[in-house]
């Protein structure tokens, strides 16, 4: 395949390491690759290079990533935007959607899952439900990232909108998601 043909990737990840091993593995696999660790870099390699495919990180340098998924369709209309995170919730999974993004993984994630989301035609989802109901912790921290994505990722105004003191707020968001 002459390299001008491969399948343009943007990842965006500001984890220099993770970013670094992505965009080799992806290259390795026939991809011509772009890495970017912040929004302003991402959406000008987005506006030259007109990605096919984005691996987008949910956290980017403390903001949402969300904020990128219009401009990054903008660049690209046919683009296939994948949200990556460290901290999978309901909320912004279903925010990352109704945004433009085409799916949504939890990290850690290898290569293959990456380019099997990338290239699924229809959103993965795990289709056994739970046969008990979330727990009271599970909740709490699906409507903290509920909350926090309706206030853009502002730890103060989503503090004030759950009635919680900020430095709550920061421990209860320190801490991995709870179990379901």
């Known amino acids: 395949m002459n ?3 491969a399948p343009h ?4 990840d500001d984890d220099p390491a993770f970013n670094r091993v992505l ?5 390795q696999r026939g991809f011509t690759v772009f890495g970017a660790a912040d929004p302003e870099n991402a959406l ?15 956290n980017i340098g403390g903001s949402s990533g969300l904020r990128l998924i219009k401009p990054l369709l903008a660049a690209n209309p046919d683009c296939r935007i994948l949200v990556l995170t460290g901290y999978a919730s309901i909320a912004t999974t279903v925010d990352a959607i109704k945004l433009g993004a085409t799916q949504y993984l939890a990290k850690p994630a290898d290569v293959d899952a990456i380019l099997k989301a990338l290239s699924a035609t229809d959103v993965l989802i795990d289709d056994e439900v739970a046969a008990s109901p ?5 909740l709490e921290w699906e409507h903290i990232q509920r909350v926090l994505a309706e206030n853009d990722g502002n730890i103060s105004a989503t503090a004030r909108a759950l009635k919680m003191h900020r430095r709550t707020l920061q421990r209860k968001l320190a801490k991995r998601p709870v179990r379901e």
């Open 3 to 5: 390299p001008q043909d």
């Open 9 to 12: 990737i943007l990842v965006i």
């Open 23 to 27: 965009t080799r593995a992806l290259g």
């Open 44 to 58: 000008e390699l987005a506006r030259q290079h007109e990605p096919e495919y984005v691996v987008l990180d949910l």
């Open 134 to 138: 979330m727990s009271v912790d599970r």
